[in-house]
């Protein structure tokens, strides 16, 4: 169920069957092949789907991770679509990870994968691991106008894990493109796990051209009672252009385990947006979920 209010005043409520609210709905092919010397070949191949659609009219037209690469000794070297360092430091610490109520997307800028891109995972050294992404860049084809300008993306991720201590960082840097400025967002997760509980900070934020747009904060909780686990997440964006639209974000939701492979959970989410101009802009968005997740 949804409420969702506007500058004018009006307000609206739907109610929905919705899809990954909980994890993504996919179907993923996946493989390795032993090459000999700790040398191994290996594919994944996700096709993204929504469970709340008829599967004609969506099945096989959504997202996914997908690459083609090879491990070893060195570390990883993906080709093709494979995800991001910094999608893996902003899912890190919110206890919703990438889902509503984490803030993955209202709080900062979603960066997932890129097509046309390798992404390498060096080995852990010192509890430190080394993820490095580059995604290239298009060129506008004047003779094909299908073929437009993609600007080339780096994105450059540090990882630490010792016990119950994880930490992140990583730099997502777009090239500037012809008559535009270049964007770098920088993002930061901290979990600490005190075995009663685990606590997570994010932090981010992002810069075009020679000036900062936004920056964002949030702090979660997540405390396991068996199969039972309680989470919160809190979180708030800070709008440093002239609009001056800040946002934030709370959200409290239980899990419970039913099996290893399936759960079902509850969520209320509170979505704030300051400062809007128009009558028809969104002001306010409130969520209530429950739902069933099978992982198999």
Known sequence: MEDTSYKNGNSVSQNYVRNNSQGTSQITFKGTEDLGGGLKAMFLLENDFDAGKDATSNFGSKGGEQYLGLSGGFGSLQLGAANTPSLSTMSAATGFGTKIGGGFSFLSTG??????????????????????????????????????????????????????????????????????????????????????????????????????????????????????????????????????????????????????????????????????TANTDVTQIKTT??????NF
């Open 111 to 276: 960066r997932v994968r890129n097509s046309n891109s390798v992404v390498y995972t060096s080995p852990t050294f010192s509890n430190i691991t080394v993820k490095v992404a580059h995604a290239f860049k298009t060129n506008a084809d004047a003779n094909n106008p299908a073929i437009k300008e993609v600007a080339s993306v780096t994105d450059i991720g540090l990882f630490y894990a010792n016990g119950p201590l994880s930490a992140g960082y990583s730099v997502y840097k777009i090239a500037a493109a012809a008559g535009g400025d270049g964007t770098q967002q920088n993002n930061l997760a901290v979990t600490y796990d005190l075995g009663m509980a685990k606590l997570g900070f994010g932090s981010y934020s992002e810069t075009k051209g020679a000036a900062t747009d936004s920056k964002a904060t949030n702090l979660s909780v997540t405390v396991p009672m068996g199969n039972l686990s309680l989470i919160a997440n809190t979180g708030s964006k800070d709008d440093t252009t002239a609009a001056n639209k800040d946002r934030s974000i709370t959200a409290v939701g239980v899990k419970y385990a039913m099996s290893k492979n399936t759960s079902v959970y509850a969520r209320m989410v509170n979505q704030k947006f300051d400062n809007m």
């Open 289 to 294: 979920l429950v739902g069933m997740q099978t």
